[in-house]
């Protein structure tokens, strides 16, 4: 919400649903999520970037949820030194109690020991909050509420 | 009859590879799960109320927010750094060097849903995004 104040300013404002708080102390943005898939559900902690164009989960936690890693989408993910393979999968991802079906990408490569919540598939599906030096994420999904 | 029936699938089932096991795995949690709800509800219909009355409690839905994991890895970070930890609650439940490790001993204690954690060594240097 946006409204001008007596002087001419203007201010804005949000309302959300959730707030998450996480360790302002920790290496990064980091939250539990959830990635479920045909009754399977694995709890994974995640980072979030906005840095990142995609939900990139380690090669392992798909393999938890059943899934065939290299029969999902092919993408080449691009990064400051290179790039490596990723595939993506349908599945439903689920933060603060929050569900999106989304398509999540899990590399190709073992060695890749990153989770990372990234636009398409989270940061394109909420509105997101965030006070970094009291680790406060505040969630609504976007498009509902906003009260 | 029935056992070394089981003995000889269990010893097929061991040939396999890991990827292959844990597509297994996920399919037979898949099973169970129906096993489970068609148990309740036929003691549902047998005794009007539900087998969890009868010792086969529920088992708790995680807390979304994961505090109690959370209070945990502030305060146990630098000890288990390096490490994956899988954590339920407050408790350790396994930690290992590599995830496959990790879900190997987590296959084997049989914790529900725990929270799969990476906690990264003193010495790496801070993730500079992709």
């Not at chain 1, 920790?26 to 906005?50: E, F, H, M, N, Y």
């Not at chain 1, 190709?108 to 398409?120: M, P, T």
Request: one cysteine or more; proline letters at 3%; hydrophobic letters at 35%.
């Amino acid at each position: 919400m946006s409204r001008r104040l007596e002087d001419g300013e203007m201010v804005h404002s949000l309302a959300f649903d959730e707030l998450l708080k996480y360790d302002a102390g920790d290496p990064g943005i980091t939250i539990p999520v959830l990635l479920k898939l045909g009754g399977i559900v694995r709890d994974v902690d995640a980072k979030l970037d906005s840095g990142s164009s995609f939900c990139v989960f380690e090669r392992l936690h798909g393999l938890s949820l059943g899934l065939e890693i290299e029969s999902g989408h092919r993408q080449r993910i691009g990064t400051a030194t290179g790039s490596f393979i990723a595939y993506g999968h349908s599945l439903t991802l689920s933060v603060k109690g929050f569900d999106f079906d989304v398509i999540a990408y899990f590399a190709e490569d073992e060695a890749i020991n990153r989770n990372v919540l990234g636009r398409h598939g989270f940061i394109n599906r909420v509105q997101l909050g965030l006070i970094d030096y009291e680790g406060q994420l505040f969630l609504s999904r976007y498009g509902e509420t906003i009260r | 009859m029935v056992n070394s029936r089981l003995q000889e699938v269990k010893q097929q089932l061991a040939t396999l590879s890991f990827e292959e096991k844990l597509t297994l795995t996920a399919f037979l949690v898949e099973q169970l799960k129906l096993d489970r709800e068609e148990r309740i509800a036929t003691a549902k219909s047998e005794n009007g109320h539900s087998a969890e009355t009868h010792g086969q409690a529920a088992q708790e839905e995680p807390d979304p927010s994961r505090r109690r994991e959370y209070e945990w890895l502030k305060e146990h970070r630098d000890k288990y750094a390096g490490q994956y930890v899988a954590l339920s609650g407050d408790q350790l439940m396994a930690q290992a060097s590599s995830l496959r490790e990790l879900y190997k001993l987590v296959n084997e204690t049989g914790a529900y849903r725990p929270l799969f954690v990476r906690i990264e060594a003193k010495d790496e240097p801070p993730f500079g995004g992709w």
